[in-house]
């Protein structure tokens, strides 16, 4: 499938709010039918919907597509707005329960795939959430449950972060992430994705202090997860860190700690699967081709067992 000729971005109209005017952009794919099953991606921090074969899969295997850019992310990036900020992850519950009752009512049941923080902010309205009873199940991908970080060294950033964003909502730091993740799924470098790098940098957006509260809240909020649906948590089989690229990078998760994603993941409802995919990276559905492969069929596999 093709992204620019296989699909329709619909803008999203959402209340202003302390920036001003805000919008969010839900896409679908072309070869949706209507009357089946679907699915709502949802992306990560710094990310955005560029992956056309996660449509092609999904329709292949008789579910309608949609992927929705949250406001400030990708498509829905206004020039007045800071790039992926936001004070609270709930900001982002109004664009996903429009999304959601639009999808379903064209649809027999309603799935969500979330990556990254786009995982947190999944589970998290998956808890407490308008439209919460009208999804059937949750499939997380690499979901940012807690920081990649020593109890010592999450307790003094976030010292650091509530008080310096006590001072002023938009104070930043640069260069906190890692390129290496960047250069090992862009096309330029050693990956095989071709991605807008205005949308997804490959250095990364400034992290916002105000941000990082926002999530560690989120977080912490999980440890009374209630999540009645089933829920798919997918990870890969091994994680590194790592400040610059290298082969090893191809094959782990480089961005979390899969050891963090099992053990805040098996507790966040009553059906929770957990699901390893060997020599996955970051994203396992951007992972060689051989890797998703093996992650797609085993999600789809899942998902027919799933009763909706």
Known sequence: MNLTKDFTSQTLELKPDYEGEAIAVLTSSNFNTGNRKSVLYLHGYIDYFFHPHLGEQFNKNDFDFYAIDLRKYGRALLEHQHPNYCKDIEEYFEEISIAIREIKSKSSAVFMLAHSTGGLIASSYMNDGQEKNLVDGLILNSPFLDFNQTKFEKSMSLFAAKSISKLSDFAK??????????????????????????????????????????????????????????????????????????????????????????????????????????????DIFLSAQEVREIGFEKMFSWLAKTKS
Do not use: C
């Open 173 to 282: 730091i640069e260069g906190v992430l890692s390129p290496a993740y960047g250069e090992s799924v862009h096309k330029d470098f050693y990956g095989e994705w071709d991605f807008n790098l205005a949308w997804k940098p490959i250095k990364g957006f400034p992290t916002y202090f105000k941000w990082l509260v926002a999530i560690d809240i989120a977080q912490k909020k999980l440890a009374n997860s209630n999540i009645t649906v089933p829920v798919l948590v997918m990870h890969a089989s091994g994680s590194l860190k790592m400040s610059k690229y290298s082969k090893e990078a191809m094959s782990n998760d480089i961005v979390l700690n899969i050891e963090d994603i099992k053990r805040v993941g098996k507790k966040l409802g009553k059906e929770v699967t957990l699901l390893k995919i060997d020599n996955a990276q970051h």
